[in-house]
């Protein structure tokens, strides 16, 4: 059973200034310190799938966390699609950051928005922009990579939102071994929803296309249950703070078409893939080109005739099955495409049914007709990739 050091929150909510609200602050500490602690757990753990995951996580009221046990165990089995046991120590001690004094005038904001280096999140921050909305970004990164990607778009955000405080949480990564963290988004969420308390604000979006929210496979961090579960825990705890998504029945093309030119121009400073054994030179974080992520990107913007903005991939636009020499990435590439084309004769026979156990009562009115109509909308814009570059 794997036990958590319960300083873990002070590197990562050092940049959020809570004045004297210390309840709260023990709150946000606690709820990092949860997530975190899954986190780490998974990059460290030596049995990759074991039965069942245990995690001892000191916290400030172990009778509240206690009672939330269920529920977190219910977000972890839907992630991993395995057991959790959580048990919750009380700790002996509280550990406040370094005082971090800014300007009450910051606090002055409607939302908090997670940034990353996806093209979600551009698509996302232009929302924001667009609508007048005024929100404060939350970053996670692990590696001196991920830091520069989030730099260069750090620099959009603020010549776009001059208003806005973006905030880059930095933690080393645990792991060399895993590069693509289930736990991971649930530790961005709980640093946005720290920043939304500190900010006494009430709303954080995490942006991501709705053929991601409801296909897992194209690379979702914020599925449509992820979101529905989390905002269940964060209502338990007795915070007023609500997580949304305004791109959950927009495909990936739509939104990116929406943008204007300024913001279609950053497009190539954003990173969707993380297949990094693909790309022989492990310093260079090309885009692979053949994985479904990066499918999901290439589709999105030849639909839509943006290519021109987009990046240079190993394996680039126009490539064939056949073109492709190297026997496993050829395999990939071929299987992914299959994969893509039986989805869309799979709609056009109306045999495409997304169930997440949600009701609309959970989610809202006619969400399934909602997603149906968007799959459509990205058969599409498929038809109209394939047209220009068919792989076969």
């Not at 309840?23 to 049995?47: F, H, P, R």
């Amino acid at each position: 059973m794997a036990k958590i050091n319960h300083s873990m929150h002070l590197d990562l909510l050092e940049q959020f200034s809570f004045g004297d609200e210390i309840d709260t602050y023990k709150i946000a500490s606690d709820l990092v310190n949860v997530m975190y602690a899954i986190y780490q757990t998974e990059l460290t753990s030596k049995n990759p799938s074991p039965r069942k995951r245990k995690i001892v996580v000191p916290v400030n009221d172990m009778f509240l966390w206690v009672s939330l046990k269920t529920g977190i165990e219910d977000l972890l089995n839907w992630i991993y699609g395995e057991s959790f046991e959580l048990k919750f120590e009380q700790c002996t001690t509280f550990l406040l950051p370094e005082p971090n004094l800014i300007p009450d005038s910051i606090y002055m904001k409607e939302a908090v928005t997670v940034f990353s280096e996806s093209l979600d999140s551009l698509a996302g921050a232009f929302n924001n922009y667009s609508n007048g909305i005024i929100s404060d970004y939350v970053a996670f990164v692990t590696n001196n990579e991920e830091a520069k990607a989030h730099a260069d778009l750090k620099n959009v955000y603020q010549t776009s939102c001059p208003d806005s405080v973006i905030h880059i949480a930095k933690k080393k990564s645990l792991s060399k071994r895993v590069h693509h963290s289930a736990a991971r988004p649930l530790v961005h969420l709980s640093l946005a929803t720290a920043k939304a308390l500190s900010n006494h604000s009430h709303q954080v979006f995490a942006h991501q296309n709705g053929m991601s929210v409801f296909n897992p496979e194209f690379g979702s961090q914020y599925s449509a249950k992820t979101i529905l579960l989390y905002n269940r825990i964060l209502k338990e705890i007795g915070v007023d703070v609500k997580i949304s998504n305004s791109f959950a029945f927009l495909t990936l093309g739509e939104v990116l078409n929406n943008m204007d030119s300024r913001f279609k121009a950053e497009i190539k400073k954003t990173v969707t893939c993380h297949n990094i054994s693909i790309n022989p030179d492990k310093n260079n974080r090309a885009h692979c080109g053949i994985c479904l992520s990066c499918l999901l990107r290439k589709i999105s913007l030849a639909a839509y005739g943006l290519e021109k903005h987009d990046v240079i991939y190993h394996y680039d636009y126009g490539i064939k099955v056949s073109d492709i020499l190297v026997d496993e990435h050829r395999e990939k590439y071929n299987s992914n495409i299959n994969h893509l084309l039986d989805y869309g004769k799979e709609n056009q026979q109306g045999r495409i049914y997304v169930d997440y156990d949600m009701s609309e009562h959970d989610y809202e009115p006619n969400f399934q007709q909602k997603i149906k109509q968007m799959i459509h909308k990205f058969n599409g814009e498929f038809e109209r990739f394939w047209a220009k570059y068919p792989a076969k």
